[in-house]
């Protein structure tokens, strides 16, 4: 078991920054995959951004590239979302999650443990 537990949302405006933490405690995970995922309200879940553990090698998807950043610290157990010039359309909950295996991916499904999200708000 892995449990996942986020920190780090709020109210921002449009063009500021926020950073989200997620603390990973439990089994073992450098074998893991580590996935940010956001969902905004009547909206499916969307990945984000992603991580594998072991190796630091990063994922965005391409309506935050240039704008967020993924990384991790290995001795604080913990995965950052760094969020530069938000806009209103990030508004969203944002949920940390962890997936078996290095492989990155994007489905929503493949990945087995999540944390309770944090709320995100961008002001325009």
């Known amino acids: 078991q892995v449990q996942l537990v986020e920190s780090g949302g709020g109210l921002v405006q449009a063009g500021g920054s926020l950073r989200l933490s997620c603390a990973a405690s439990?089994?073992?995970?450098?074998?893991?995959?580590m996935g940010w995922f956001r969902q905004a309200p009547g909206k499916e879940r969307e990945f984000v951004a992603g991580?594998?553990?072991?190796?630091?090698?990063?994922y965005l998807t391409d309506s935050v590239k240039g704008r967020f950043t993924i990384s991790r610290d290995n001795a604080k157990d913990t995965v950052y979302l760094q969020m530069n010039s938000l806009k209103p359309e990030d508004t969203a909950v944002y949920y940390c999650?962890?997936?078996?295996?290095?492989?990155?991916?994007?489905?929503?499904?493949?990945?087995?443990?999540w944390g309770q999200g944090t709320q995100v708000t961008v002001s325009s």
């Open positions: 999650a962890a997936k078996l295996g290095g492989a990155a991916s994007t489905n929503v499904n493949q990945y087995s443990y």
């Open positions: 439990g089994r073992t995970h450098s074998s893991y995959y």
């Open positions: 991580i594998r553990w072991n190796d630091g090698s990063t």
